[in-house]
């Protein structure tokens, strides 16, 4: 059974019980309907988190406890400092309300500032981290702005 809008709002908000925040997970594992309707929210939260300076700051402590739901999202990225001109297709394996997970065809060094379009949104953040994958690189992304 889908998780209910309710239960879905008190899961981010974190006044879930720990019982029933683990079953939306596992729900959500397996329910591609869930998964998408969980990181479409996850991403709407982000949006409002970079509008407060607190909140943002909030979700950076919380980085590595936080729910990331994966994704499939077609994204491009563009590279603001250091500035390229060209642009770099990326996939957005998965999101959190302060970071995102892409993969792409090359290694990015962390520092680096990037705009990621995705879907309509416009996202400015900052690369923490970049590997190696079996099919290109991964890069960890800390979300500063949505748009
Ligand atoms: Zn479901």
Known sequence: M??????VESYFRGSLATSDSTSIE???STCRECCHRLAERAMTIARGAADCAEATALGRRELRQEP???TEAPAVLRFINPVRDDR???QVLDVSRSGLKIETRELISPGTLVLIRVRRMQIFGEVRY???SETG???GIRIERVE
Do not use: K, Y
């Open 88 to 90: 770099l297709p990326a």
């Open 68 to 70: 990331r739901f994966p």
């Open 2 to 7: 889908h998780p209910c809008e309710t239960d």
């Open 26 to 28: 596992s729900h959500a």
């Open 137 to 139: 690189f991964r890069a």
């Open 130 to 132: 970049g590997i190696c």
